[in-house]
């Protein structure tokens, strides 16, 4: 595709078809845009010779739009909505930011972070709109070098190129078992025999299950089979809740459902280290007011659990 001149086109034409789009009249174009009919008339023939296209044909009730003219509505919402962002005046204060801030995170995660954080958001920033993603979102989509998301929450294995980090919690491994579990006596340890003749449920996160516990049953002579695997976090309680089988989760989300689902949190026989989440961020975003204050935001949430 050849490059465009942009110097010699007059931007402004982009504003016009914008609101004769909208408006589908050349009156309210006008009265909207504080110019004159015959200057909308005028902007929509240097427009017609831009795009080679009629792009809007008038009629009795007004204009129709041309399929040409369709096409280019959401790209020239998209530019247009871009320019003005760029433009606008750097807000001070982040309480009065309208922006939708993204946040790439597992569900574990997202059900520990939510409770706490959505009261502070609504505090601090309660304009503002949250949108989470998946980490598939983040990381195979690239979220953060193309700016789609703001803070990926998680443990990566490696920074993504171009991104800085920093600990947000830390989380300790345990077991899930149901309570009434006819393998475990009420008030007796679940012992490293015991956990690895029990059927497992396993997270598959990318489609593969997590490795370290095999690792860590086969330093100890021991081997384990996997009954059930699940691609999220949160249906493991479930899993465990129906079943005879054993999982490991992360303390803060098997506290959240060991009540309700009736189950019993264990001590891991074989060591399993604890968990350090992070939270990440493209090095482009180190001095942004509204990033600056999720983040924020997210180091005293955590801190209240």
């Given at each position: 595709?050849?490059?465009?001149?942009?110097?010699?086109i007059?931007?402004?034409?982009?504003?016009?078809?914008?609101?004769?789009?909208?408006?589908?009249?050349?009156?309210?174009?006008?009265?909207?845009?504080?110019?004159?009919?015959?200057a909308?008339?005028?902007?929509?023939?240097?427009?017609?010779?831009?795009?080679d296209?009629?792009?809007?044909?008038?009629?009795?009730?007004?204009?129709?739009?041309?399929?040409?003219?369709?096409?280019?509505?959401?790209?020239l919402?998209?530019?247009?909505?871009?320019?003005?962002?760029?433009?606008?005046?750097?807000?001070r204060d982040?309480?009065?930011?309208?922006?939708?801030?993204?946040?790439?995170?597992?569900?574990?995660i997202?059900i520990?972070?939510?409770?706490?954080?959505?009261?502070?958001?609504?505090?601090?920033?309660?304009?503002?709109?949250v949108?989470?993603?998946?980490?598939?979102h983040?990381?195979?989509?690239?979220?953060?070098?193309?700016?789609?998301?703001?803070?990926?929450?998680?443990?990566?294995?490696?920074?993504?190129?171009?991104?800085s980090?920093e600990?947000?919690?830390?989380?300790?491994?345990?077991?899930v078992?149901?309570?009434?579990h006819?393998s475990?006596r009420p008030?007796?340890?679940?012992?490293?025999?015991?956990?690895?003749?029990?059927?497992h449920?396993?997270?598959a996160?990318?489609?593969?299950p997590?490795?370290r516990?095999?690792?860590?049953?086969?330093?100890?002579?021991?081997?384990r089979?996997?009954?059930?695997?699940?691609?999220?976090f949160s249906?493991?309680?479930?899993?465990?809740?129906?079943?005879?089988c054993?999982?490991?989760l992360?303390?803060r989300?098997?506290?959240?459902?060991?009540?309700?689902?009736?189950?019993?949190?264990?001590?891991?026989?074989?060591?399993?280290?604890?968990?350090t989440?992070?939270?990440?961020?493209?090095?482009?975003?180190?001095?942004?007011?509204?990033?600056?204050?999720?983040?924020?935001l997210l180091?005293?949430?955590?801190?209240?659990?």
């Amino acid at each position: 595709m050849p490059d465009v001149n942009l110097s010699s086109i007059d931007l402004n034409l982009l504003v016009v078809l914008e609101a004769v789009l909208q408006e589908q009249s050349a009156t309210r174009s006008a009265a909207r845009l504080h110019v004159t009919q015959s200057a909308i008339s005028s902007a929509l023939r240097r427009l017609r010779e831009l795009f080679d296209d009629p792009l809007m044909i008038r009629t009795r009730h007004g204009f129709i739009p041309t399929a040409r003219a369709l096409q280019l509505a959401p790209e020239l919402e998209r530019v247009l909505s871009g320019a003005r962002a760029l433009l606008a005046p750097s807000e001070r204060d982040p309480v009065h930011s309208t922006r939708t801030l993204s946040i790439a995170a597992t569900d574990a995660i997202s059900i520990v972070l939510l409770p706490t954080l959505l009261p502070a958001l609504a505090r601090s920033l309660p304009r503002a709109r949250v949108r989470m993603v998946t980490l598939e979102h983040a990381l195979a989509g690239h979220g953060l070098a193309r700016g789609e998301v703001d803070l990926l929450i998680g443990i990566p294995p490696t920074l993504p190129a171009g991104c800085s980090g920093e600990p947000l919690y830390e989380d300790e491994i345990v077991c899930v078992t149901r309570a009434d579990h006819p393998s475990i006596r009420p008030g007796r340890r679940l012992t490293l025999d015991l956990f690895a003749r029990l059927p497992h449920a396993e997270v598959a996160l990318f489609g593969t299950p997590d490795d370290r516990v095999d690792q860590a049953l086969a330093r100890a002579s021991r081997t384990r089979e996997i009954a059930i695997t699940v691609p999220h976090f949160s249906s493991i309680p479930y899993a465990v809740a129906h079943s005879d089988c054993v999982a490991i989760l992360g303390r803060r989300l098997a506290n959240v459902y060991a009540k309700p689902l009736g189950l019993r949190i264990h001590a891991p026989p074989v060591p399993l280290p604890g968990l350090t989440v992070q939270q990440v961020w493209h090095n482009r975003s180190a001095h942004d007011r509204g990033v600056l204050r999720l983040r924020e935001l997210l180091r005293a949430s955590v801190a209240r659990r």
